[in-house]
């Protein structure tokens, strides 16, 4: 017979994990990771004080089996970060050797290849104006007839960095050791072209290690603009990766505190600025020149979040939309004023790219339950805007 409290256990974290995977909740994982360890620990606590007599001795063979397990795991296991991107952790035996990434430098740039028919340039994160919106590709769907061929495949350091193309570059950002690069390879053959290196290193247990903006790519100016995960803001040059000039946004921003899970938002090209978003708290946004990175403007007091600045136009006046710590905001570009204001508190993170809907209407959205909002902006009295 099955002794009641074990198995009251088992069915209530048992009923847990099910409902958390059946409702497709967001800390199903976090369950997952929380849930067991817990009830195995339970389960041996009650072994050890259930029965009277032999509390004693078994209390501590559990202690001390408690600790042992728990220095076998971290001597022998290794933790490599988010598996996906679903908090379940990727872990290696520490014997297990890891890949070897090729020596990066910084010498002569090469030249990229002629760039093979159909590729397109993608300048920044979410497409030419940021919305997410692409051309429709010129290629087979039907994989039986024409199967798709793998053209080449290289091994790249730790990140979560997207790629920016243009001119047959392809650039994105990467940790290795303890070394953040900027990387720019050949989208035709995957060499590399050329690499930058800053002695920084950011690394949390949710996300893992390593940059997660997406570099942007000034043409006109060739030049290419990276944020770091620790708020680094680099201005490089697009055909050698020289450096140009340098911030460091959190100092400048009011703050050194980084967001919890790094700085994420890509930087924004607005006329003859480069606009970012600020850290944890203190300063939205701020702006530097793209020529030589003097300061152009700083604006807002809410910090900023994961989600990237985009130009749009609402109400027929362009402006620059931020999604910040707590609120949402309209901005005038050349002068980053603060147009108008959506108080949007919560503890959780703000990720999601505002999408425009209408000429005068944005959607915002988030997880963790925090709901979606249709916001409409017009022009209001006495020259000011309004959001509702």
């Not at 198995?7 to 967001?26: E, H, I, K, R, S």
């Not at 959190?250 to 003859?272: F, H, N, R």
């Not at 300061?295 to 931020?322: C, E, F, H, N």
Request: net charge positive; proline share 6%; charged share 20%.
């Amino acid at each position: 017979m099955i002794p009641k409290f074990p198995l009251f256990l088992t069915l209530l974290f048992g009923g847990l994990l099910a409902w958390l995977w059946a409702t497709d909740n967001v800390f199903r994982s976090g369950g997952l990771m929380i849930f067991i360890p817990l009830w195995l620990f339970l389960l041996g606590l009650w072994w050890a004080l259930h029965r009277r007599g032999v509390r004693l001795k078994r209390l501590g063979l559990f202690v001390l089996g408690t600790i042992g397990v728990v220095a076998a795991f971290r001597s022998l296991v290794r933790y490599e970060g988010s598996a996906d991107g679903s908090a379940l952790p990727s872990l290696a035996w520490r014997w297990q050797q890891q890949v070897a990434l090729p020596k990066l430098s910084s010498g002569d740039a090469a030249v990229p290849s002629n760039t093979p028919a159909g590729v397109a340039d993608m300048p920044r994160f979410l497409g030419t104006k940021g919305d997410g919106v692409l051309p429709e590709p010129d290629w087979q769907t039907d994989w039986k007839a024409h199967p798709p061929r793998e053209v080449w495949r290289i091994q790249v350091g730790d990140g979560w960095a997207g790629f920016a193309v243009a001119g047959g570059r392809a650039l994105t950002q990467e940790q290795r050791g303890a070394e953040e690069y900027v990387t720019c390879y050949d989208i035709a053959t995957g060499k590399l072209l050329w690499s930058h290196a800053d002695t920084t290193r950011f690394d949390e247990p949710m996300g893992g290690i390593g940059p997660r903006s997406t570099p942007t790519v000034d043409v006109a100016q060739s030049a290419v603009f990276t944020l770091g995960a620790k708020g680094l803001l680099n201005c490089l040059d697009l055909t050698t990766g020289k450096v140009r000039w340098s911030k460091d946004i959190l100092k400048e921003s009011g703050t050194t505190k980084s967001p919890e899970w790094g700085k994420s938002a890509a930087p924004l090209i607005v006329g003859d600025n480069i606009v970012c978003s600020g850290g944890d708290n203190g300063t939205t946004l701020l702006a530097y020149r793209r020529t030589d990175g003097q300061p152009a403007w700083k604006t807002g007091d809410d910090g900023g979040s994961y989600s990237s600045p985009v130009l749009m136009t609402l109400a027929g006046r362009k402006q620059i939309v931020s999604v910040n710590s707590n609120s949402v905001t309209g901005h005038d570009p050349a002068s980053g004023s603060v147009l108008w204001k959506f108080d949007w508190p919560g503890m959780f993170p703000k990720v999601c790219q505002p999408v425009q809907v209408t000429p005068e209407r944005i959607l915002i959205t988030t997880s963790y339950g925090l709901k979606s909002h249709l916001l409409e902006i017009k022009p209001g009295a006495e020259g000011k805007w309004a959001v509702s």
